[in-house]
């Protein structure tokens, strides 16, 4: 998959693609419903497929400090699209001079003039151009004046709501894993690097790879059985745990992390790139007035997340 950070002319064998339109924070079931009708239109017409989404969210530039919200970083978007087959992403650049284009500008110089799409798919509720004033039936008039194909995907539900960034994030902040996860076609990711922390699971007998979720929204704070990738590395391959997830309150008030104790594990992880899935909610973060107190807990999370490891279908 070819990457593309700007909207400039091209040149090569991107142009004339057939593009899915959107934020897609999340790559959702609905997310993925647009690109499969991209996909199609793609292959009737021997076009390439791309994805045009945006970077930062566009909620970032218009609410810097509102709490973090995102379900993905940039990086891990691109990795989740790609998996999807996708022959070009076109990560538009968010900035305040994207921001001011009118509907019909971002229309004939973005999508037009710029990527020279064939065809673009967007969900249902898709807003563009300044001030959200673009809406479905405007790209549609805007695409039949400059030339190329519109096409509406509806909105994916099912008996419990809409299939929604928002949904996944309201479940989520829950404690709700699995319905996360019913949205989102698998199992909720937290991606990073493994950091060297406090070292006081080690301490305890639990040594833990220790992730930063700087600008990522914060799923319910406690104890998650959690399936847990090794990406790169000696050790890479996919391993079972128990996280906590949180400010480690028995130790004070710390910076949100995700800390997890891998099951028949001995190793270095430091610097490494894992992927950790939320399989289940245990319980809520406690605050202990003992070490053994907490160690005792610690050992029946992991008892329990074991078993539901072993429950879980994959």
């Known amino acids: 998959m070819k990457i593309f950070k700007k909207y400039t002319k091209k040149s090569d064998d991107s142009q004339g693609a057939v ?29 390439p497929l791309g994805v045009i989404t945006f970077e930062p969210h566009p909620r ?18 691109a990795h989740r699209i790609n998996k999807l087959g996708i022959d070009a992403l076109y990560e538009l650049p968010f900035n305040t001079g994207l921001s001011q284009l009118t509907a019909e500008e971002f229309a004939r110089d973005v999508l037009s003039n710029g990527l020279q799409i064939k065809h673009v798919v967007i969900g249902a509720d898709f807003r563009f151009g300044k001030g959200r ?54 199992w909720h990711r937290i991606d990073g690097i ?29 104890v998650y059985a959690v399936l847990f990738d090794v990406l790169d590395g000696p050790h890479k391959g996919l391993y079972r745990g128990a996280a906590s997830l949180g400010i480690r309150p028995t130790f004070g008030i710390n910076k949100p992390n995700l800390e997890t104790f891998l099951f ?51």
């Open 19 to 47: 593009v899915a339109m959107g934020n897609f924070d999340g790559v959702h079931l609905g997310h993925q419903s647009v690109i499969a009708l991209a996909r199609a239109i793609a292959a009737t017409s021997n076009s």
């Open 60 to 77: 970032q530039l218009f609410a810097p400090d509102a709490p973090a919200f995102r379900l993905m970083g940039a990086d891990t978007r």
């Open 133 to 186: 004033q673009g809406d479905a039936q405007m790209l549609e008039e805007l695409g039949a004046k400059l030339g190329f194909g519109v096409t509406v995907a509806p909105l994916i539900s099912d008996e419990k709501g809409d299939y929604s960034s928002s949904a996944i994030r309201e479940a989520l902040s829950s404690g709700r894993p699995e319905d996360a996860a019913r949205i989102l076609g698998h």
């Open 194 to 222: 493994v950091e060297k922390g406090d070292q006081r699971g080690r301490e305890l007998g639990f040594p833990t790879a220790n992730i930063s979720l700087d600008d990522l929204h914060l799923p319910k704070f406690g």
């Open 264 to 314: 028949d594990f001995s190793g270095d992880l430091y610097d490494t790139s894992v992927s950790v899935a939320l399989v289940a909610y245990q319980r809520p973060e406690e605050n202990f007035n003992n070490l053994e107190d907490l160690i005792k807990q610690m050992n029946i999370d992991c008892f329990e997340a074991r078993e539901i490891l072993e429950k879980a279908i994959f």
